[in-house]
Structure formats: structure tokens, C-alpha cells
């Protein structure tokens, strides 16, 4: 696989056959947003170029310029000196909403409390493909940057011209511009009055370099926290508008299930209450919620079901079901690794489905103004949510504004726009607004699942630690991750798409958390095989210094080559995934009566470039760690013939207070890097380490997330 | 069962018109539109829709509105006073115990109660009243923080 299909692959989960581009925000729309002041637009090309060094802007000589018709993100200093920056990534709790504040308030000189971030409103915000992927930091906030820089030397060059002097003399302090002897100053909005500038970030503009960085770097506390921390911010689930009616759907008795007849009479004879049937959909509005939700039980309906595979028969049938490969061009040859090889090792590892659960489930809050719709609900993809309506209601997408309020979490699990479409078409029939928000039943059974999966692992390896042959298959979980980082002679790696019994998509890291588990865990059995330290036995198949580094940050603060805890058992794991590496060492107890594992400590390094924000990068990998022990000890989505069988909170575990181990994350800042996203990468050691461990508390090999669920524990 | 008429809500006694099975979590968020509580589960087993009635957290989600109707209700909109906020609230922000920030009303208002019967809780004492409250985010051991911040127990404050 070469590095362009890598790329292709990460995304097969995340893109539901969205456009790469879109041209909708184009000039017409721009110029009907901006009234005065001073603009600077990023190109889309920009946005989407494969490498930084492949950005393109247009030559940014003063004076208005072509608009380009691809707009990716502007920055407005308006005639009132507000400095506004206009994006269409949403905030999900990652705190891109305080990072993009940071980059900006950087470039310009001014403090984070001058910087408005408008994000994901389709009508005021340029498109843009979603927020995954850990795109943000890397992608979008450079580019923001560049924008940033170049207002600040627009605006300075603005300020020289009033006072006649070089703009060289003026600098920016506190938001004010200031003379060469700060005998003179002007406010931001004292430059931008009068003004309708509009630049493309010119190619060659200079940005602060990451050592130098003053606001950026730092733990700037979240930009809007006292709105979450009073209660104050309004969520999609919180939106009311004038007279809004709530709407429930009626949900099949399984998925795939056709409907053989319903009837709604005695719902409908409820006072306020309006029943939308259209082929298999139905749906109710009332009033109120109560009213909904007894209209909604009182349709009769008989669902017509197929037969499903369930958990029991799953793994066979992903692999019966493999339809096609993927992968590179074997590198050396896996006949000549496994001849060299003293030793050979050939085992299976699977990964369950399981749910990404947002606290806040899906919700949208739907509105009909003549033939214009807006929508405000909480996904991950707002323009991906747009297309999905156009196409339900056969409108064009300038019909349509879909808004996203900062939502609940998302984990990969909100890039769909079911919900927006439902309470979209029970909007057009009632002629009002409707809000519908999904039970935590309904985003069980009817949202989608990360990807289980079966990966196959053949390897052969010298006595001296040298790994001679690497073949590894996998099928269904994804082909994030997959590749390697250790230094392997002969490879073979392959990802076999098959047919999926549930509804896949992304999650948080995609299939690089599978292919973590099944790569580091064989590693430790290969270790073991020969009766090598597992850090040592890694470090002797890795060139690469950023994943070496993180293995030993990892190892030396977790004290690996100190005594052992009596009692525990010790296990590590490492990696690399989108831009960044990671190595993550953990300690567990495991009762010896009712095998009950607890993660009692865990140590993670992480390196992803430069650090943006000290505090919040902690948070986000302290987050993905507990996260992980979900996935990694007991999440694990049970169904049969179509049903979901553990689809309520009662039923299906979450990591809880008492699940958290002790936690210390050591962060390597490479200032000399650019930086990388990190909502994801952080959560793909946590399994592989404890299974690991596990083995060395207990001599017992768990190839199978959850791990509490194996017999063998 | 008559209707609930009326309910005392951060201190206010407020005029509603339900029936009084409803629970008071929608009670709150429809009638009231008061959306700070916020709705995780329905069956008392996130938290995020905790509630304070006479002091005692409650999952407003399964406590039918009858049962609150002659107590004190707390909300997390109760919480700040004259613009100053809770300490709780303070020490959340301070030790940036959210993410997404859905499950934080439910957390402030359970560790609130906590504070409210026991000033200085061991950290198995916090765990163990929050182990009822969800956070997806994995914000935990800050959440933990932040309640041995407020109440002046905190060792150190988490980067």
C-alpha cells in the first residue's frame, strides 16, 4: 500500500460518499457576508493539499484580488475590531473551538478574548468534508495561521499609511498598534474602519515558529467553559423554538425489517397529535413529549424481519463473507522470512462491535421557512448532513442550512444525518417545528457500530530478537493502523472488506485500535517465544527514533526495568497513527477467584509535533485511556437476528470512576515538528498493554476485546 | 393523582400544570426551560440528569415530579449566586474537568451533595458517590480533582 492508498483507507469508515470538494461557499455568498473591513480567505486547495508544503495561495499583493471560488475558512476584522474566524469544524469536546482561538490570537497579537470562532453553520461558515480524522491541528489550524498572519500584516501596513511612517516601526501590543516610540496607537478598530479589504493568504506569508509561540503552547482554559460549567449552553437536545411541537419515530422491530401493515388510527384521534407515514417511515408529532411518546405506542405495526447472523457465528462469517483485499505490494518475501526464521508464530485476534454512546444522543431541531429548511443538530459532518437532506427532499442544498450548536461528543459515532432528516420530514408535514431527539435505546439499536473484526498474524523470528517474517490479515475492522512501524524485512499486510451484520462506521482511531491490539500483542508472544524483554525485543526491530522515543519515555516512567509490583502484572504496547506515536505501559491485578481484572496504573507517552495546548492535549489523552478500558476489559455489542440485545446503559458497561486506573501521561513536545491532531491515536496502546499484562499476572493469552469476556480470565 | 401545580426550584416557587408521574427531569427541561439538566439514559444510570431534592441527589429522569413537589429543588441554574460562581463550578473550569461538557451539570450537581454531607472527602469517598455519573469524555481523575479543589483537600492541580 503506498502512502496516497493509506490515506484512501483511513477514510473508507469516515466518508459516506461525501464530495471531496464543494463549491457552494463561493464568491456570491462570501461577498454576502462580508460588509467592511478586513478579510483574508484560505483557499480550499489549501485545506485539502496532501502535505503543507504543497499549500498554494495566490499572490497577495495589497488591494482587493480574485476571490477564489473555493473558500475554506476566512478571518474577518470587522469596522468594530472584532476578529472573527469563520470555520466549518464543530466543536464535539476536543477543544478545537480553544486551539483554533489560540492560533488565531497568536498570529495577530491580540488575546484570546478579542477572537470569535463561528463553526459549522453551513450558511456563514465555507464548506468543509467533516470534523475526523484529527484533521483540525494539522490541516486547518496552519492554514488559519498563515490567515491570521496576514491580516495582522495588512493591518500594520494599514497603520503605518495613516501615520506615514514604515510599517516596519509599528508593532501590535495588547491589540493596540503602536508607534516606534508607543507614542501613538490605534485599535483594531480604529484600522479596519472604512475598509473592504479582501486578500488570499499570500503563499510565502510567515508564521510564528513553535518555540517562539506566547499564546499557543500554553494551557489556555476552554474558551466558553463557565457556559458548560452553569448549565447555560444550549446543546441541539436544549433548542427550542416558537411553536415547536416534538416528534418520536416508530422504530422496526429489527434492522432490515420491511413493514407489513400499521395502523395508526387511535393515534391519531389524539388531540394535537399528527402521524407521518411514508413507506416504511413512521413518525408522530404532538404537543409535548409525553403526548409523542403514547401516540407513538399506541400505532399498531407488524414488521417483517429477516434471519440475522448473531455474535455467536460473527467472526466465521466475516471471514466467510471477505469479498476483497486491500493492501500493499508484500514487501521482501514472507517465504524467505519464514525460512530464515528460528521461530514461527501464527495466531488469530478479534475485536467485538461496540458503541460509541455520546452522552448526548442524536438529536435535530427542524424548521420549514416557505421552501427553506434549517436544521440544527449534532453531527460531525454538517455538510455531509446537508447533502443527505437535499437529496431525502430532493431540494437544492442553497435550500437548506443545517447548524451545529457544540455537541455532546461524537467519537467518530455522529457523521450521519438520520435524525436531521426525520425531524426534517415530520417538520414538512406538520408545518411546524419539530424536535426529536433519540432515546439512548434508539442510538443503541438505530445509530452504527465501530467495526468488529478477525485479523490473522503469521511471523517468524530469530533468536536474537530479529523479526524475519511479517503476513497479517484483517478482516471487516479497517484498515487504519495496519501498516507497521517496527523495521521488518518481509511484509505482507492485507485488509479484506466483508459484509457486516450491523451498521459500521467510524470511531475514535477507526481500526488502528484492532490492529494495535493484534500487532502488540503478537509482538509480546513473540517476545515471550524467545524468551526476550518485550521492550528490549521491540526496540530491536525499530529505526524509527519518534517511536523509540516514546517506548522508552514510556518504560522509564513506568520504572520497566525496575522490580515488579508484587501481586501485578505488567504488559506495553506501542505505535503510530495519524501523525503521531504513542506507547502505552499498564499494571493490572486480576482476582484470583472471579478473574476480575483492574487496571491499576497506567503510564502513556505521546508525541504529536508541537504541542498547541499543554493542558487540554493531557485531557484528551487521559480521556482516550478511559475510553479505551471500555473497549479493551468489557464493551460488547450482543445481538442476534437483527436485534440489538444489550442496547440500554443498564445492560451495556461504560468505563465508570472506579474502572480508573492511576494515570500519568508523559507528553514529548518536538517544537521543530508540525503539529499533528490527538484526539485519536491516545486510545490505541491502552488494550494491547493490559492484555499483555494480563498474560504476565496470570500466564493466560487473551486474543479477543473485550478481554473480560474470554473464558480464560 | 391531581396534577402538580406547583414546585420550589432554586429557592423560587414556580407555577407548572403536569401530571405527576411525569418525571421531573422533563418537568424541568419542557415545561420550565431550564435545560441545564440534561437527559443521558432514562433509567438512573448516567447521572447526567442529577438534581438536588432537599439536598439529596436525585435522577430527575426517574423521579416522578410528585415526589419533588413539596421540596427544594436544586438545579444546576441554582448553583451560581449574584454572578459568583459555585466553587465547584470554579474548580471544574480550573482543573478543566470536562470535554464536551454534557455530563457536567450531572457531575457538579452529584458532588455537590457530596460536599453538602461530607466537607472533606477521602478520594474512595468521591469515587465511590460519583461512580453513578457517566462521563464518556473519560474526564475522571480530573473530575476528582476538581472535587478535592473545592473542597480545599486538592494536593496538586493536574496540567
Same mark, same amino acid.
Given at each position: 500500500?503506498?502512502?496516497?492508498?493509506?490515506?484512501?483507507?483511513?477514510?473508507?469508515?469516515?466518508?459516506?460518499?461525501?464530495?471531496?470538494?464543494? $463549491?457552494?461557499?463561493?464568491?456570491?455568498?462570501?461577498?454576502?457576508?462580508?460588509?467592511?473591513?478586513?478579510?483574508?480567505?484560505? %483557499?480550499?486547495?489549501?485545506?485539502?493539499?496532501?502535505?503543507?508544503?504543497?499549500?498554494?495561495?495566490?499572490?497577495?499583493?495589497?488591494?482587493?484580488?480574485?476571490?477564489?471560488?473555493?473558500?475554506?475558512?476566512?478571518?474577518?476584522?470587522?469596522?468594530?475590531?472584532? =476578529?472573527?474566524?469563520?470555520?466549518?469544524?464543530?466543536?464535539?469536546?476536543?477543544?478545537?473551538?480553544?486551539?483554533?482561538?489560540?492560533?488565531?490570537?497568536?498570529?495577530?497579537?491580540?488575546?484570546?478574548?478579542?477572537?470569535?470562532?463561528?463553526?459549522?453553520?453551513?450558511?456563514?461558515?465555507?464548506?468543509?468534508?467533516?470534523?475526523?480524522?484529527?484533521?483540525?491541528?494539522?490541516?486547518?489550524?496552519?492554514?488559519?495561521? @498563515?490567515?491570521?498572519?496576514? !491580516?495582522?500584516?495588512?493591518?500594520?501596513?494599514?497603520?503605518?499609511?495613516?501615520?506615514?511612517?514604515?510599517?516596519?516601526?509599528?508593532?501590535?501590543?495588547?491589540?493596540?498598534?503602536?508607534?516606534?516610540? !508607543?507614542?501613538?496607537?490605534?485599535?483594531?478598530?480604529?484600522?479596519?474602519?472604512?475598509?473592504?479589504?479582501?486578500?488570499?493568504?499570500?503563499?510565502?506569508? *510567515? +508564521?510564528?515558529?513553535?518555540?517562539?509561540?506566547?499564546?499557543?503552547?500554553?494551557?489556555?482554559?476552554?474558551?466558553?467553559?463557565?457556559?458548560?460549567?452553569?448549565?447555560?449552553?444550549?446543546?441541539?437536545?436544549?433548542?427550542?423554538?416558537?411553536?415547536?411541537?416534538?416528534?418520536?419515530?416508530?422504530?422496526?422491530?429489527?434492522?432490515?425489517?420491511?413493514?407489513?401493515?400499521?395502523?395508526?388510527?387511535?393515534?391519531?384521534?389524539?388531540?394535537?397529535?399528527?402521524?407521518?407515514?411514508?413507506?416504511?417511515?413512521?413518525?408522530?408529532? *404532538?404537543?409535548?413529549?409525553?403526548?409523542?411518546?403514547?401516540?407513538?405506542?399506541?400505532?399498531?405495526?407488524?414488521?417483517?424481519?429477516?434471519?440475522?447472523?448473531?455474535?455467536?457465528?460473527?467472526?466465521?462469517?466475516?471471514?466467510?463473507?471477505?469479498?476483497?483485499?486491500?493492501?500493499?505490494?508484500?514487501?521482501?518475501?514472507?517465504?524467505?522470512?519464514?525460512?530464515?526464521?528460528?521461530?514461527?508464530?501464527?495466531?488469530?485476534?478479534?475485536?467485538?462491535?461496540?458503541?460509541?454512546?455520546?452522552?448526548?444522543?442524536?438529536?435535530? =431541531?427542524?424548521?420549514?421557512?416557505?421552501?427553506?429548511?434549517?436544521?440544527?443538530?449534532?453531527?460531525? /459532518?454538517?455538510?455531509?448532513?446537508?447533502?443527505?437532506?437535499?437529496?431525502?427532499?430532493?431540494?437544492?442544498?442553497?435550500?437548506?442550512?443545517?447548524?451545529?450548536?457544540?455537541?455532546?461528543?461524537?467519537?467518530?459515532?455522529?457523521?450521519?444525518?438520520?435524525?436531521?432528516?426525520?425531524?426534517?420530514?415530520?417538520?414538512?408535514?406538520?408545518?411546524?417545528?419539530?424536535?426529536?431527539?433519540?432515546? /439512548?435505546?434508539?442510538?443503541?439499536?438505530?445509530?452504527?457500530?465501530? %467495526?468488529?473484526?478477525?485479523?490473522?498474524?503469521?511471523?517468524?523470528?530469530?533468536?536474537?530478537? +530479529?523479526?524475519?517474517?511479517?503476513?497479517?490479515?484483517?478482516?471487516?475492522?479497517?484498515?487504519?493502523?495496519?501498516?507497521?512501524?517496527?523495521?521488518?524485512?518481509?511484509?505482507?499486510?492485507?485488509?479484506?472488506?466483508?459484509?457486516?451484520?450491523?451498521?459500521?462506521?467510524?470511531?475514535?482511531?477507526?481500526?488502528?485500535?484492532?490492529?494495535?491490539?493484534?500487532?502488540?500483542?503478537?509482538?509480546?508472544?513473540?517476545?515471550?517465544?524467545?524468551?526476550?524483554?518485550?521492550?528490549? $525485543?521491540?526496540?530491536?526491530?525499530?529505526?524509527?527514533?519518534?517511536?523509540?522515543? =516514546?517506548?522508552?519515555?514510556?518504560?522509564?516512567? $513506568?520504572?520497566?526495568?525496575?522490580?515488579?509490583?508484587?501481586?501485578?502484572?505488567?504488559?506495553?504496547?506501542?505505535? $503510530?497513527? @495519524?501523525?503521531?506515536?504513542?506507547?502505552?505501559?499498564?499494571?493490572?491485578?486480576?482476582?484470583?477467584?472471579?478473574?476480575?481484572?483492574?487496571?491499576?496504573?497506567?503510564?502513556?507517552?505521546?508525541?504529536?509535533? *508541537?504541542?498547541?495546548?499543554?493542558?487540554?492535549?493531557?485531557?484528551?489523552?487521559?480521556?482516550?485511556? &478511559?475510553?479505551?478500558?471500555?473497549?479493551?476489559?468489557?464493551?460488547?455489542?450482543?445481538?442476534?437476528?437483527?436485534?440489538?440485545?444489550?442496547?440500554?446503559?443498564?445492560?451495556?458497561?461504560?468505563?465508570?470512576?472506579?474502572?480508573? %486506573? &492511576?494515570?500519568?501521561?508523559?507528553?514529548?513536545?518536538? @517544537?521543530?515538528?508540525?503539529?499533528?491532531?490527538?484526539?485519536?491515536?491516545?486510545?490505541?496502546?491502552?488494550?494491547?498493554?493490559?492484555?499483555?499484562?494480563?498474560?504476565?499476572?496470570?500466564?493466560?493469552?487473551?486474543?479477543?476485546?473485550?478481554?473480560?469476556?474470554?473464558?480464560?480470565? | 393523582?391531581?396534577?402538580?401545580?406547583?414546585?420550589?426550584?432554586?429557592?423560587?416557587? =414556580?407555577?407548572?400544570?403536569?401530571?405527576?408521574?411525569?418525571?421531573?427531569?422533563?418537568?424541568?427541561?419542557?415545561?420550565?426551560?431550564?435545560?441545564?439538566? @440534561?437527559?443521558?439514559?432514562?433509567?438512573?444510570?448516567?447521572?447526567?440528569?442529577?438534581?438536588?431534592?432537599?439536598?439529596?441527589?436525585?435522577?430527575?429522569?426517574?423521579?416522578?415530579?410528585?415526589?419533588?413537589?413539596?421540596?427544594?429543588?436544586?438545579?444546576?441554574?441554582?448553583?451560581?449566586?449574584?454572578?459568583?460562581?459555585?466553587?465547584?463550578?470554579?474548580?471544574?473550569?480550573?482543573?478543566? !474537568?470536562?470535554?464536551?461538557?454534557?455530563?457536567?451539570?450531572?457531575?457538579?450537581?452529584?458532588?455537590?451533595?457530596?460536599?453538602?454531607?461530607?466537607?472533606? %472527602?477521602?478520594?474512595?469517598?468521591?469515587?465511590?458517590?460519583?461512580?453513578?455519573?457517566?462521563?464518556?469524555?473519560?474526564?475522571? !481523575?480530573?473530575?476528582?480533582?476538581?472535587?478535592?479543589?473545592?473542597?480545599?483537600?486538592?494536593?496538586?492541580?493536574?496540567?
Amino acid at each position: 500500500m503506498n502512502e496516497h492508498d493509506l490515506e484512501l483507507e483511513q477514510e473508507r469508515y469516515e466518508l459516506f460518499a461525501a464530495p471531496l470538494y464543494n $463549491f457552494n461557499f463561493n464568491r456570491r455568498q462570501f461577498l454576502k457576508a462580508f460588509s467592511g473591513g478586513i478579510a483574508l480567505i484560505v %483557499p480550499m486547495s489549501n485545506l485539502v493539499a496532501r502535505t503543507l508544503q504543497q499549500d498554494q495561495g495566490e499572490s497577495g499583493r495589497r488591494g482587493n484580488e480574485r476571490i477564489p471560488d473555493d473558500i475554506g475558512a476566512w478571518i474577518h476584522i470587522d469596522e468594530n475590531g472584532t =476578529v472573527s474566524v469563520f470555520t466549518g469544524k464543530v466543536e464535539i469536546g476536543q477543544n478545537i473551538r480553544t486551539s483554533l482561538t489560540q492560533a488565531v490570537a497568536e498570529e495577530l497579537h491580540v488575546p484570546v478574548d478579542t477572537v470569535r470562532v463561528v463553526m459549522a453553520d453551513t450558511d456563514l461558515t465555507p464548506f468543509d468534508m467533516g470534523t475526523f480524522g484529527s484533521l483540525t491541528t494539522p490541516r486547518m489550524a496552519p492554514q488559519l495561521r @498563515k490567515a491570521a498572519a496576514a !491580516a495582522r500584516e495588512t493591518l500594520i501596513t494599514l497603520a503605518a499609511e495613516q501615520w506615514k511612517v514604515e510599517p516596519a516601526s509599528v508593532r501590535i501590543v495588547n491589540a493596540r498598534f503602536v508607534n516606534h516610540d !508607543a507614542s501613538k496607537s490605534l485599535t483594531l478598530a480604529e484600522v479596519a474602519k472604512g475598509q473592504k479589504l479582501v486578500k488570499t493568504i499570500p503563499p510565502d506569508v *510567515a +508564521t510564528t515558529p513553535a518555540k517562539d509561540w506566547t499564546i499557543a503552547g500554553t494551557s489556555v482554559p476552554k474558551v466558553d467553559g463557565r457556559d458548560f460549567v452553569t448549565g447555560k449552553h444550549q446543546y441541539t437536545t436544549d433548542l427550542r423554538r416558537d411553536g415547536m411541537v416534538y416528534g418520536r419515530i416508530v422504530r422496526p422491530s429489527a434492522l432490515e425489517a420491511k413493514l407489513v401493515s400499521s395502523d395508526a388510527k387511535a393515534a391519531e384521534a389524539m388531540p394535537g397529535v399528527k402521524v407521518v407515514q411514508d413507506g416504511d417511515f413512521i413518525g408522530v408529532t *404532538a404537543p409535548d413529549r409525553e403526548t409523542a411518546l403514547r401516540a407513538e405506542r399506541a400505532i399498531a405495526v407488524h414488521w417483517q424481519a429477516p434471519g440475522q447472523p448473531g455474535n455467536e457465528e460473527l467472526f466465521d462469517y466475516l471471514k466467510k463473507n471477505a469479498v476483497a483485499s486491500r493492501g500493499s505490494r508484500p514487501i521482501g518475501s514472507i517465504v524467505n522470512g519464514m525460512a530464515a526464521a528460528q521461530k514461527k508464530l501464527s495466531q488469530t485476534y478479534t475485536v467485538a462491535y461496540i458503541a460509541h454512546a455520546p452522552l448526548e444522543p442524536r438529536a435535530a =431541531v427542524a424548521e420549514w421557512n416557505d421552501d427553506k429548511l434549517t436544521v440544527w443538530t449534532g453531527t460531525q /459532518r454538517p455538510f455531509g448532513v446537508r447533502s443527505d437532506l437535499a437529496e431525502a427532499f430532493h431540494i437544492p442544498e442553497e435550500k437548506i442550512r443545517v447548524i451545529v450548536p457544540d455537541t455532546g461528543s461524537g467519537y467518530g459515532g455522529k457523521h450521519t444525518g438520520e435524525c436531521a432528516v426525520e425531524a426534517a420530514r415530520l417538520a414538512r408535514a406538520t408545518g411546524k417545528p419539530v424536535k426529536l431527539v433519540w432515546s /439512548r435505546e434508539e442510538e443503541f439499536n438505530w445509530a452504527y457500530f465501530r %467495526p468488529a473484526g478477525v485479523i490473522e498474524v503469521n511471523s517468524g523470528v530469530r533468536n536474537d530478537g +530479529t523479526v524475519t517474517a511479517w503476513e497479517f490479515h484483517n478482516y471487516n475492522s479497517g484498515g487504519s493502523g495496519i501498516q507497521v512501524k517496527y523495521d521488518f524485512l518481509n511484509q505482507d499486510i492485507q485488509f479484506h472488506n466483508s459484509k457486516s451484520p450491523l451498521r459500521q462506521g467510524s470511531y475514535r482511531g477507526l481500526a488502528a485500535t484492532a490492529n494495535h491490539f493484534a500487532r502488540e500483542v503478537h509482538m509480546d508472544e513473540l517476545a515471550q517465544l524467545i524468551q526476550m524483554d518485550p521492550v528490549a $525485543f521491540r526496540l530491536k526491530n525499530i529505526k524509527d527514533e519518534r517511536l523509540k522515543a =516514546v517506548l522508552e519515555a514510556a518504560a522509564n516512567k $513506568f520504572g520497566w526495568s525496575g522490580k515488579k509490583t508484587e501481586g501485578r502484572g505488567r504488559g506495553i504496547a506501542c505505535g $503510530f497513527e @495519524k501523525g503521531s506515536y504513542i506507547a502505552t505501559a499498564a499494571e493490572v491485578s486480576v482476582d484470583a477467584k472471579t478473574g476480575r481484572v483492574k487496571i491499576e496504573r497506567v503510564v502513556e507517552s505521546f508525541e504529536c509535533g *508541537a504541542i498547541v495546548n499543554p493542558r487540554h492535549l493531557n485531557n484528551q489523552v487521559e480521556g482516550a485511556i &478511559v475510553q479505551a478500558i471500555g473497549g479493551a476489559l468489557f464493551e460488547n455489542i450482543q445481538f442476534k437476528n437483527g436485534q440489538i440485545l444489550n442496547g440500554k446503559f443498564s445492560k451495556y458497561r461504560l468505563p465508570r470512576f472506579s474502572d480508573m %486506573p &492511576v494515570i500519568e501521561v508523559v507528553l514529548l513536545d518536538r @517544537k521543530d515538528l508540525p503539529s499533528a491532531g490527538a484526539g485519536e491515536t491516545p486510545i490505541v496502546g491502552l488494550a494491547p498493554a493490559v492484555a499483555n499484562a494480563i498474560f504476565d499476572a496470570t500466564g493466560k493469552r487473551i486474543r479477543s476485546m473485550p478481554l473480560s469476556a474470554s473464558s480464560a480470565v | 393523582m391531581p396534577n402538580v401545580t406547583t414546585l420550589n426550584v432554586n429557592g423560587k416557587k =414556580v407555577r407548572v400544570d403536569v401530571d405527576s408521574q411525569m418525571p421531573l427531569l422533563y418537568v424541568l427541561r419542557d415545561h420550565l426551560n431550564m435545560t441545564g439538566t @440534561k437527559y443521558g439514559c432514562g433509567e438512573a444510570k448516567c447521572g447526567a440528569c442529577t438534581v438536588l431534592v432537599d439536598g439529596q441527589p436525585m435522577r430527575s429522569c426517574v423521579t416522578p415530579v410528585s415526589r419533588a413537589s413539596d421540596k427544594q429543588i436544586t438545579t444546576i441554574e441554582g448553583l451560581e449566586r449574584d454572578g459568583k460562581l459555585h466553587p465547584l463550578q470554579e474548580a471544574f473550569l480550573k482543573a478543566d !474537568a470536562l470535554q464536551c461538557g454534557y455530563c457536567t451539570s450531572g457531575m457538579i450537581m452529584s458532588a455537590s451533595a457530596l460536599l453538602n454531607k461530607n466537607a472533606k %472527602p477521602s478520594r474512595d469517598e468521591i469515587v465511590k458517590h460519583m461512580d453513578g455519573n457517566i462521563c464518556r469524555c473519560g474526564t475522571y !481523575a480530573r473530575i476528582v480533582n476538581a472535587i478535592e479543589m473545592a473542597a480545599g483537600t486538592a494536593k496538586e492541580v493536574a496540567e
